[in-house]
């Protein structure tokens, strides 16, 4: 994106409207072009860390079923280590990944209607024996209307997990996490609330950028990435929407996320029946 300075600075070297805006264009292919490479080749290189990752995961897999032999106590704690570790580093990449596509706009979505309560419910679903461990409760509140937004199910999908999975993680054992669903003039959103220990005033500017995570003894234990705040906004904001949260220390918090509601489809065209046979003369 240009700034406005860089925009007057170009706009005083041309010599009227038209090259102003041919000049505008030929800059944002450029720009575009870059995005793509600069994408195709962390794409590349996600690729080639992925491939001998999986070989050192198959290794580790092998030694902690002890096909090489008994390991003594040590070791095997030490294989455990490794192979969380070997995890963290997958999804390391792969967010990585994904969010370099979300934030070159070379990630498509596949637009369609989508049903919020029924999202939500899935999600809550699949969630349910993660929290459980934690005696974690989640709800959907059953007073909430039945809302359609135009979105890409499977990426919405991704939002809602992030947002559960970061509810889950930073609240505290025997507590619950609440999903809502609302409107907002045309737009859907839905938000979600947890009794956890707020997002530190420090990071509330940056918590939607990369890498940033709380410096907190217990957040920085919980462990992460730091992407998955920034894979959230890329997605939501791909999909024309919007997502802010409302925090307080000590309490809790929610995040919300706002979405175009959904256009309404024209109906396929009715089939058109062969004509009746007609069996009079
Ligand atoms: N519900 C929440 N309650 C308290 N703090 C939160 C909450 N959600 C996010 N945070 C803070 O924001 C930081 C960034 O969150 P984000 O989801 O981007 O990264 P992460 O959860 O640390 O790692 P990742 O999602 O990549 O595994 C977290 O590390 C935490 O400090
Ligand atoms: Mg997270």
Redesign the pocket.
């Known amino acids: 994106m240009l700034t406005e300075q860089q925009r007057s600075r170009i706009r005083a070297c041309c010599k009227d409207e038209q090259d102003f805006t041919t000049v505008l264009e030929i800059i944002e292919a450029e720009r575009r072009k870059l995005e793509h490479s600069k994408t195709d080749f962390f794409s590349e290189v996600g690729h080639e860390l992925r491939t001998p990752l999986t070989t050192i995961q198959g290794t580790l897999a092998l030694l902690a079923k002890e096909v090489a032999g008994p390991l003594p106590d040590k070791a095997r704690e030490m294989v455990e280590q490794a192979i969380k570790d070997s995890i963290r580093l997958r ?2 990449i792969n ?1 990585f990944i994904d969010l370099q596509r979300l934030q070159s706009g070379s990630a498509e979505f596949r637009l369609q209607p989508v049903d919020l309560y029924r999202l939500l419910d899935q999600a809550l679903t699949n969630l349910r024996p993660f929290a459980a461990r934690r005696q974690i409760r989640l709800a959907l509140d059953e007073n909430s209307p039945r809302v359609r937004v135009e979105a890409d199910p499977d990426r919405l999908a991704q939002v809602i997990s ?2 559960l ?3 889950i ?3 505290p054992s025997a507590s619950t996490i609440t999903a809502e669903i609302g409107r907002s003039g045309a737009a859907g959103r839905f938000s ?1 609330s ?1 009794q ?5 005033p420090e ?1 509330q500017q940056r ?2 950028r ?1 890498f ?3 410096d ?1 003894g217990e ?2 234990q ?11 906004k890329a997605i939501v904001e791909g999909l024309n929407g919007r997502i802010w ?1 409302t ?1 307080a220390v000590g309490s ?2 929610t ?1 919300h996320v706002e979405l175009p509601a959904a256009t309404p489809h024209p109906a396929p065209a009715p089939e058109r029946k062969a004509a009746a046979h007609d069996p009079s003369p």
């Not at 956890?196 to 530190?200: Q, V």
């Not at 919980?222 to 959230?232: D, F, K, T, V, Y």
């Open positions: 999804d390391l967010y992030n947002l999975s970061n509810a993680k930073f609240s979600i947890d956890g220990p707020g997002i530190p990071i918590v939607f990369r940033v995570k709380a907190t957040q920085r919980a462990g992460g990435s730091g992407l998955g705040l920034s894979i959230c949260f925090t809790g918090t995040f």
